[in-house]
């Protein structure tokens, strides 16, 4: 399926590297989400945004940027990461951003600091 | 307490067996329910929503108790298929579309 998707579906960094995640959707949605899933921890809600806005922003270190230029397009820009940010980070899209709204999640990111 | 909380598991049932899994939520004002299922090393996947007057799929049928703040998922006659990392999910407490997760429970299925 290729409803969304992310690029690189794999990353090694130093923690002081710059590097960016992409997500694609190609699902005509106007929101787009990043989760952080970690080991034996349940996926974390990152950063919502609704058409191209964000609207929530949970709590997560500055050393994680968000962009969102157009509603088919979304980065998480990486930079002074510490080795505990290594997880899976996905990226999910709905058609709103409404509560009933099924999200349609990427393939992920999997991330490792060193 | 965690804000939705399942049995981690694992379950491993033979072929043909009916299992069923249990999450509960702590936010009262949680208003929309979900299953959705992880394989392994994959993204999540819709399952099913789950309603109030409960909803059934061919083999699966979810269930919500708004007032114990219970959610169940059912599944009968278990395929080698159905092996996976079944997600509980909610939303709630806002306007737009915040998932909270489980943990999961992670179900095998053998032959």
């Known amino acids: 399926e290729t409803g969304v998707t992310q690029t690189p579906r794999h990353l090694v960094m130093g923690m002081t590297n710059k590097k960016s995640l992409k997500c694609e959707q190609h699902?005509?949605?106007?929101?787009m989400y990043w989760y952080k899933q970690s080991a034996k921890k349940p996926l974390e809600l990152m950063f919502v945004?609704?058409?191209?806005?964000?609207?929530e922003n949970n709590s997560v270190p500055s050393r994680f940027s968000p962009e969102c230029p157009n509603s088919s397009h979304l980065f998480l820009h990486l930079h002074t990461l510490q080795p505990e940010d290594s997880a899976l980070y996905l990226c999910?899209?709905?058609?709103?951003?409404?509560?009933?709204?099924?999200?349609?999640f990427g393939p992920g990111t999997r991330l490792t600091v060193l | 307490r965690k804000e939705v909380e399942q049995d981690p598991g694992p379950f491993n049932v033979p072929e043909g067996a009916t299992v069923a899994f249990n999450c509960t939520y702590s936010?009262?004002?949680?208003?929309?329910f979900f299953w959705y299922r992880q394989d392994c090393r994959k993204e999540p996947k819709l399952l099913m929503s789950?309603?109030?007057s409960g909803n059934e799929d061919g083999r699966f049928t979810a269930q919500l108790n708004r007032a114990s703040q219970y959610i169940s998922l059912l599944i009968r006659d278990s395929k080698l298929s159905d092996s996976a990392t079944y997600l509980c999910?909610?939303?709630?407490?806002?306007?737009?579309?915040?998932?909270?997760f489980g943990q999961g429970t992670i179900l095998t299925v053998h032959p």
């Open positions: 936010n009262s004002a949680s208003q929309s």
């Open positions: 999910v909610v939303t709630g407490g806002t306007s737009y579309g915040k998932l909270t």
């Open positions: 945004y609704s058409l191209e806005e964000r609207v």
């Open positions: 999910a899209s709905s058609e709103t951003s409404g509560r009933l709204n099924e999200q349609f």
């Open positions: 699902l005509g949605h106007n929101a």
């Open positions: 789950v309603y109030s």
